[in-house]
Structure formats: C-alpha cells, structure tokens
C-alpha cells in the first residue's frame, strides 16, 4: 500500500507556483492572513478556501476566510465552517479591516478581482502579498504569486498540489481532505467531466489516503435536499426546461416570485443546468435566473463548444470552455431575449460539434 501512495504522490504532474522559493520563504514566519474566494462560493471555492485556511493554521499563521456572500447550507458541515467571515452590513468594518491587517492575501478559485465585488477594490489597493490559486482561464495576473494552471479540474487540486509542493504531505489530516475531495469531487461533476486527467484520479486516491470520506461528502452534498428544493426542481424539469433542437440548446428560466414560491435558499439552483445536458443531442444547456440587482447566468457545453467565449463576448463572464457564467443588468426578459437573438451565431458550431 505504501508503495502504491509513492507512485501517486511522485508522479509528474504538478505546475509548480511561480516564485515558490520566494513564496516558501513568506510563509517560514508566522503571518497575518486572509483567503477571499468567489461570489456565491461553490464546494470548489470553499473547500479549497477551508482546506487552505486549516493547513495554514498549522504552520503557525493566523489566516481568515472570507467570502463576498453567503452560501449553500448544504456545505456548512465543512470544517472552519463557523470562522467564515461572510460579508455582509455587519460584517463590513471587520472585513475591511482584516483586509488591511493581512500580510498575505490569497484569491481562490476567480481569475479577476471584478469577480468578489467590492472585496476587490479592498484587495487591490491592500500592501499585501497576493497569492491567486486558480484554474480559470485568462487571469487578470494581479497577484504576486500565481498557482495557475487551466488544465487542473479543481482549484482544491491546485491546493493540493501548492501543499506538496511545500513538503508538507503530512499536515493533511481528514478534515483538510475532506474539504480538499468536496472541490474536486463537484468540480468533475463527481468524475463525470470531461476535465477529469488522470491526476484528478491520483489527487483523490491520495486524500482519501490521507483520510478523506467519499461517501460521507457525496452524500452531504448531493443527497442533503430541502422538501421544498425537490419540489423546484420538479417544477424545473416540468415547466421550465425549454429544448430547441435546431440549436442543440436547452434552457431553464427562473425568476425571483419563482424562487420565491419553493421558498428557495442560496445554492437551491445548484446543478439544474446541467439537466439540459443529460437530454440526448444537446449540446449547450443554459439557465437565466433573477437576482435582486442582477439577472445570472450559467453556461454549460458539451465536446468543442466554447461558452467561455459566448459568456466573454455576450454577458460579461467567462470561466471554462464547457462551463462559464455571466450576468446582465437588464431585465429576466430582455435577457433571454438577447441570448435567443445571439444563438444563431453559433448555430452551425452547434450544430457540427461531436467532439463529446
């Protein structure tokens, strides 16, 4: 067995940080630290921040999460939960504040700081070291120190791989693997994805290794359902899910009184537009739902199909080539409308596309 965890473990794989010495010397005395991740922080966003934040603490730093929103009650069982710093009207001075105070910035799982809001400017301007760990594409390249690479499925796995690159192997306990596995294990759609290598394989044979619990996280977070989020996801596939074949696109529009009506809470959405993917012949599936200030959208594409460039080109987003986000600032309709007027553009891409 122990012969079989070498293997993994020295297997090449790894996109090293740049400036790692540099960074490793940083990090060789205690410091003040904050990690800000995304906007609406998925499993990827958090466990990597959590799991992070829990190594961090055993090299003898003082680090603090930091999120730009609430999240999904479904990933509050995550250890450090309770030491999250969500932002919010009260928490505002305590955020800018430790902002401030920090030595260390770490930006998790955003490739721009236009990404956290307002968090961003409070970063941008903070005289503290920034380290970016991500896996988006085109960076805004605002930090000191980057742990970057697109073919990695998870930015989890790029903490992991930052971890072993420190030497430090042996400071991942359970709880830091389980945090670690969540991120992975939602960012390859529990190892369904076409971004799943051989090294996403390597990194969760080594955390369950090293403790984590693959059933126990699989089933916290995907079978951990409110009555009233089945319920909107009945109404979703029933009422909602629009297929258009001449484009090999489906998708799902939801306003706020809809949410509203299944009493819906923050992560409630979560995975309904890849329902649109699961329909044979489709190609592109996308979901338009209404925020308070915002209309948000999530694209996700199968085989060549970029909704990375329509999300960049159309709605003010970008992410991956098969799975992207966006937003508008018009209204649910006009929304929909535009992304109707702009599918004709791609429709002979759609159409030819069988690279799945």
Not at 23 to 52: C, N, W
Not at 259 to 277: A, H, I, K, P
Request: with cysteine; glycine share 6%; charged share 25%.
């Amino acid at each position: 067995m122990e012969y079989g965890l070498k293997i993994f473990i020295f297997a090449p794989r790894f996109v090293a940080m740049t400036h790692l010495e540099e960074f490793r010397e940083l990090i060789s005395t205690p410091r003040r630290m904050a990690i800000v991740t995304h906007y609406k922080p998925d499993a990827d966003a958090l466990g990597s921040s959590l799991g992070l934040w829990a190594f961090l603490k055993k090299l003898g730093h003082a680090p603090v999460v930091i999120t730009p929103s609430d999240y999904p009650a479904f990933l509050h069982w995550m250890p450090g939960h309770p030491e999250v710093i969500i932002s919010d009207d009260k928490n505002e001075e305590l955020i800018s504040r430790k902002i401030q105070e920090a030595e260390v910035i770490f930006c998790l799982d955003f490739s721009a700081l236009n990404r956290i809001n307002h968090l961003g400017d409070l970063i941008r301007k903070a005289s503290a070291k920034k380290v970016l760990i991500d896996h988006h594409l085109e960076p805004e390249h605002f930090a000191d120190f980057e742990q970057w690479n697109i073919k990695s499925a998870s930015t989890a796995g790029l903490v992991y791989e930052l971890i072993l690159d420190l030497g430090h192997r042996d400071a991942i306990d359970a709880a830091i693997a389980d945090c670690l596995y969540a991120g992975l294990m939602t960012d390859t759609g529990g190892f369904r994805h076409n971004n799943t290598r051989q090294e996403e394989f390597i990194i969760a044979a080594d955390l369950v290794a090293r403790g984590a619990n693959p059933t126990r996280v699989a089933k916290l977070i995907y079978d951990n359902n409110t009555l009233d989020r089945l319920r909107l996801t009945g109404y979703v596939l029933k009422d909602k899910l629009t297929v258009l074949p001449e484009f090999k696109t489906a998708y799902i529009v939801l306003s706020q009184d809809e949410l509203r009506q299944f009493d819906s809470q923050s992560g409630d959405t979560e995975g309904f537009v890849n329902y649109g993917l699961s329909i044979e012949g489709i190609r592109l599936s996308v979901m338009i739902y209404e925020r308070k200030d915002e209309i948000k959208l999530s694209f996700r594409s199968m085989g060549d199909f970029s909704v990375n460039d329509l999300a960049r080109k159309h709605f003010n987003g970008g992410g991956h080539r098969n799975a992207a986000g966006g937003s508008s600032k018009t209204s649910l309709q006009e929304t929909l409308n535009r992304f109707l007027s702009v599918l004709p553009e791609y429709q002979q891409q759609l159409l030819e596309d069988n690279n799945v």
